[in-house]
């Protein structure tokens, strides 16, 4: 079983502001599976999705309907959001699949270096020392979180990060430059540890 860190949410349900001003930005320690790996049916047992209209540009048709959609991780409280598409089903398809980018970047798992074990997942997908993924795939958040997460647990020392992976360095880099928003959580980790980013 999951467990997360208790905290206050920061949602309301005023209008004021968006929730994208809440969003945090540092990442929170959890125990068990990652969210980002779990298949949709088990994430949406923990995820509450938000229907309204869409503000903004985007004509009366996306306005006068509830196509919005907001999807919330519920023991998290993180949330992601897809306005910009007229049906109410690919706004919730988008939602979700930010959802999972999401968590994969801000919620860690406590790995042991000693013993861990890469995944069933990245094992398959591994091709020699390279480990080539389409950031748009479905399988992406997942690979990404394995990812941070060895990251991590190795204190970002790109070697170690290498050897449990099995990957290049260079692959590693690539991954996590997959999402602007994973490079930004990698380099900032690695300024507070005094350590020079890193770009591809």
């Known amino acids: 079983m999951n467990t997360f860190p208790k905290k206050k949410s920061s949602r309301t349900n005023d209008l004021l ?29 923990d995820v509450t999705l938000d229907f309204g209209r869409s503000s903004g540009p985007g004509g009366q048709h996306r306005n006068r309907k509830a196509t919005a959609c907001t999807a919330t ?45 890469i995944s069933k997942l990245w094992e398959s997908r591994r091709q020699g020392d390279q480990l080539p993924i389409n950031p748009k795939h479905v399988e992406y958040p997942a690979i990404l979180s394995e990812t941070l997460d060895v990251l991590l647990a190795c204190n970002f020392d790109m070697n170690q990060t290498s050897s449990i992976l099995q990957i290049s360095n260079t692959q590693i880099l690539k991954i996590v ?13 690695r300024k507070e540890r005094d350590l020079k980013p890193l770009k591809i």
Do not use: V
């Not at 939602?95 to 074990?117: G, N």
């Open 17 to 45: 502001p968006p929730i994208s001003a809440f969003q945090q930005t540092s990442h929170s320690i959890i125990e068990g599976e990652h969210p980002a790996t779990l298949s949709e049916e088990t994430l949406l047992n």
């Open 177 to 189: 430059s997959g999402d602007k928003a994973a490079i930004t959580w990698f380099n900032d980790q």
């Open 73 to 117: 991780h519920i023991p998290s409280d993180l949330s992601s959001e897809a306005t910009e598409r007229r049906r109410q089903s690919e706004n919730r398809k988008m939602a979700i699949s930010r959802l999972r980018r999401t968590l994969a970047i801000l919620l860690r798992r406590e790995l042991d270096t000693k013993t861990y074990t």
